[in-house]
């Protein structure tokens, strides 16, 4: 028999375990000349702004060890482009579309939440929290537990048709203790976790290798750290969790699914092979065969200490 690859994440049924990350995928139309956005258990797209973005400043993603940094700056066409232009085009798939979502206030997330809750062919949305709330001094969403749960529970109220997934931060103290609050705040899953800030220099022009002076770092470089988070994160709540971070071959991914993940996002992996999520799905049901894995789902949480 096959290996049964579907999973559910919080009533929501995926065909398989992988999806492309947002950011790393565009609004997944662009990389269907490419790849069968159909093989993919589903695609998060680009953050949505209430408006139009323009990003940062080129350079914006240079290579690390093992890794790489961007300051793309939320670069999007704006929610009210994404219903007009892209989601038409990406009703054609079977894959679960998910939109992420971020604002500068709480009225921001709302706003585009509402905007999207009146357009057909969405899955889910995911809250992007590892934005600066800027009635508060800057300060993320996602910093403190209290405010991410704030914007959680507000962002609940104003969506009825769809699930709603968190992005946490992995810069903080007790990634338990956010997980919590989310949770509680009525977060149908959470997806774990966003890049972590960095920089990297050249050192003959004593200036950074972004136009920025620091980025986010991801790729596998990351892995074992949020590896941990998101096992932390699953002895802290049941809610479902998606994995993200420096996955590229099978065993990273079902090293997420035994830390606790019922899924797992790719991400950096796009920028060496537009295929790598597609290529993920075939390799992780080679592999499941090898280890005598009937269901992928039943691993979930598997780790024993």
């Not at 579907?6 to 490419?34: D, Q």
Request: charged share 20%; with cysteine.
């Amino acid at each position: 028999m096959p290996v049964d690859l579907s999973v559910e994440i919080a009533g929501l049924r995926l065909a398989n375990p992988v999806l492309a990350a947002s950011g790393t995928f565009g609004y997944g139309l662009e990389f269907a000349h490419l790849v069968d956005l159909n093989c993919l258990g589903g695609i998060v797209v680009k953050g949505l702004s209430l408006e139009p973005m323009e990003g940062a400043p080129a350079p914006r993603v240079c290579e690390t060890p093992s890794g790489m940094l961007n300051a793309i700056g939320l670069q999007n066409i704006g929610v009210r482009a994404f219903v007009a232009e892209k989601l038409p085009k990406l009703r054609a798939y079977h894959t679960a579309v998910v939109a992420n979502v971020f604002g500068t206030t709480v009225e921001e997330y709302c706003e585009v939440l509402r905007i999207l809750e009146d357009a057909e062919g969405l899955a889910a949305y995911e809250l992007n929290i590892s934005c600066p709330n800027v009635k508060k001094g800057g300060l993320q969403f996602g910093s403190e537990p209290g405010m991410a749960a704030e914007v959680v529970e507000t962002a609940k109220h104003a969506i009825c048709r769809r699930r709603l997934w968190v992005k946490l931060s992995p810069l903080v103290s007790d990634i338990g203790a956010m997980a919590r609050a989310v949770a509680e705040a009525g977060a149908d899953a959470l997806t774990i976790a966003n890049t972590y800030p960095a920089m990297c220099l050249d050192v003959d022009s004593r200036h950074s290798r972004i136009a920025s002076s620091s980025g986010g770092l991801s790729g596998p470089a990351i892995r074992p750290i949020t590896l941990r988070l998101v096992y932390e994160a699953s002895k802290a709540v049941k809610t479902p969790i998606l994995g993200l971070g420096g996955i590229e071959k099978a065993d990273d991914a079902l090293e997420y699914f035994l830390a606790g993940a019922s899924a797992v996002q790719v991400g950096t992996a796009h920028f060496a092979d537009p295929r790598a999520s597609e290529r993920l799905v075939k390799s992780l049901a080679g592999r499941c065969e090898g280890l005598s894995i009937n269901k992928i789902s039943e691993i979930r949480g598997g780790f024993s200490p």
